[in-house]
């Protein structure tokens, strides 16, 4: 696949943030659910509804977030086979979740970016 603009790596690596940070809330959101649920209704059968409707939930987080596509390269950004791995590099060619961002932009070992025509 062709080396995207600059631009379009960027709004692909928002997208991609986006669904990490959903992908987070949603994980750390577990220990206080089940908590609450159990403080407030003292009840397995309670407790066990809200665990299956958080897997449901923590599902449909993590397929998006596995396969996005890297904006530079058009692969898998957290596949590379069959397990994914959620790294902050894409595992194809190395772009950084944050590359579009100026900190990250010029750290040595990121290949540069393709300016806009």
Same mark, same amino acid.
């Given at each position: 696949? @062709? +080396?995207?603009?600059?631009? *379009?790596?960027?709004?692909?690596?928002?997208?991609?943030? =986006?669904?990490?940070? +959903?992908?987070?809330?949603?994980?750390?959101? &577990?220990?206080?659910?089940?908590?609450?649920?159990?403080?407030?209704?003292?009840?397995?059968? @309670?407790?066990?509804? /809200?665990? /299956?409707?958080? +897997?449901?939930?923590? %599902? &449909? @987080? /993590?397929? $998006? /977030? @596995?396969?996005?596509?890297? $904006? =530079? %390269?058009?692969? &898998?950004?957290?596949?590379?086979?069959?397990?994914?791995?959620?790294?902050?590099?894409?595992? !194809?060619?190395?772009? !950084?979740?944050?590359? *579009?961002? =100026?900190?990250? =932009?010029?750290? $040595?070992? *990121?290949?540069? $970016? +393709? *300016?806009?025509?």
């Amino acid at each position: 696949m @062709a +080396v995207g603009k600059f631009s *379009d790596i960027g709004i692909g690596l928002r997208k991609i943030r =986006r669904r990490r940070w +959903v992908l987070w809330l949603i994980t750390l959101s &577990y220990a206080p659910q089940m908590w609450l649920t159990l403080k407030l209704t003292h009840s397995n059968r @309670a407790l066990g509804a /809200v665990f /299956v409707i958080w +897997v449901a939930f923590l %599902c &449909y @987080a /993590v397929l $998006p /977030v @596995a396969f996005s596509l890297c $904006p =530079r %390269c058009g692969n &898998y950004f957290h596949m590379k086979g069959l397990m994914p791995l959620y790294l902050r590099r894409c595992l !194809h060619c190395g772009l !950084h979740i944050c590359a *579009d961002k =100026r900190e990250h =932009r010029e750290r $040595p070992g *990121d290949p540069p $970016p +393709v *300016d806009p025509e």
